[in-house]
């Protein structure tokens, strides 16, 4: 309970903290709900859905660089031999990889891990992806 409190009270410090400095620069600051790329791609032999999530931004107007994780979902459909258990069609995924933004039209390369399985290996996967930055 003593952890709780002062973690509260340190959190409330640093939002009224953060909130001062905000209100003491004049910086107008357009306020989005979003901010992110979702891009649909391919890789091994099946769909990805991909989204930003933590990544280091390098940017020059009208370019940017994003190199951090992906997570994902990929969608495959599972072929089993005989009468094996099949996969899921959607499996989520977390993956890393870098994307090239161009204004709002996002090109990605995700390398997304595939799990193994009684008849193959594990192994990171190469794929390519189109998308669009929010």
Request: charged share 15%.
């Amino acid at each position: 309970m003593k952890y709780l409190l002062v973690t509260v009270l340190l959190g409330g410090i640093s939002i009224s903290m953060l909130n001062f400095q905000a209100k003491s620069q004049t910086l107008q600051v357009k306020p989005s709900l979003f901010e992110g790329v979702v891009a649909a791609g391919y890789i091994d032999h099946g769909a990805t859905l991909n989204f930003t999530g933590p990544a280091i931004k390098f940017s020059k107007k009208p370019f940017s660089l994003l190199t951090g994780m992906l997570p994902s979902l990929k969608f495959k459909k599972d072929n089993p031999v005989g009468n094996a258990t099949k996969n899921a069609l959607m499996i989520p995924s977390l993956g890393f990889g870098a994307t090239l933004i161009y204004k709002h039209i996002a090109f990605q390369v995700p390398f997304l891990y595939n799990a193994k399985t009684a008849s193959t290996n594990g192994k990171w996967n190469a794929g390519v992806g189109l998308g669009y930055k929010f």
